[in-house]
């Protein structure tokens, strides 16, 4: 079988659940790189910053709200009325399994952003060593992003495997 | 050692129903053909209410399309 033919296979064994997932996690990683190239191209003073934090955060939230209305015009235009269709069991246990991971990945967040500040007070966490200001924010902001990332490769990787009783 | 599983003879009957297609069948019981697929390849049990339709849709009883056997695993 040609690599044509193969990809050919592999564009019509996806399904309209996958191909919107794929949609979705693209433009989390999308929005995840515009955040951290912003907060690695900052100065320090923009850093220190909260005008232009809260800019880089009504920026990314901005740009979440436009995409997910773009990729949802896109899908309701391309679909043959499948967006309107519910979930069958399935999909709802894999749905499950990825908000499992993303909560995961929330809570470690949420608990790492917490113990930041007693971390800054013994003087050993990275808030010091780079100097990082409003660490804690980006924690949870890093946390949400890689949770929404994590939510839908999880959907994507357990609906193409299969396996959902791991 | 042997574990139990749940097994299906899906794939037969689909061939013997003028070769139905995976998505014929999807649409006849209500899910997506990625949980047709799932199915006849042993990864997903189906809810009850799915392994009666799929029954129906054969015209079968539930234990000629889905049987619960022991399946031998070598260490």
């Known amino acids: ?166 | 050692m042997s574990e139990y599983a749940i097994t299906n003879s899906i794939r037969t009957l689909r061939f013997l129903q003028n070769e139905m297609t995976q998505k014929q069948l999807a649409e006849a019981i209500g899910v997506t053909r990625q949980t047709v697929m799932a199915i006849e390849a042993n990864k997903y049990s189906p809810s009850l209410e799915v392994a009666f339709k799929i029954a129906s849709v054969f015209g079968l009883p539930l234990e000629e399309v889905f049987q619960y056997r022991a399946i031998n695993k070598s260490n």
């Not at chain 1, 044509?4 to 433009?27: A, G, N, Y």
């Not at chain 1, 923009?46 to 015009?73: D, H, P, R």
Request: hydrophobic content about 45%; proline content about 2%.
């Open chain 1, 1 to 166: 079988m040609t690599r044509s033919q193969q990809f050919k296979e592999l564009l019509q064994s996806i399904s309209f659940r996958e191909l919107t997932l794929s949609i979705d996690l693209l433009v989390s990683v999308y929005i995840s790189f515009i955040y951290v190239q912003s907060l690695t191209n900052a100065t320090a003073e923009q850093l220190a910053s909260v005008s232009w934090l809260s800019a880089l955060l009504l920026e990314v939230l901005t740009y979440s709200v436009v995409l997910m209305i773009l990729s949802y015009l896109l899908l309701a235009f391309i679909s043959d009325d499948e967006l309107k269709q519910p979930l069958d069991v399935r999909e709802k246990q894999i749905n499950l399994i990825g908000y499992k991971y993303k909560a995961y990945i929330l809570q470690t967040g949420i608990c790492i952003a917490i113990f930041q500040y007693q971390i800054e007070a013994n003087g050993w966490g990275p808030a010091i060593e780079y100097n990082i200001p409003y660490l804690p924010m980006h924690v949870l902001v890093a946390s949400f992003l890689i949770g929404e990332i994590t939510y839908y490769a999880a959907q994507l990787y357990k609906g193409r495997t299969g396996n959902i009783y791991e």
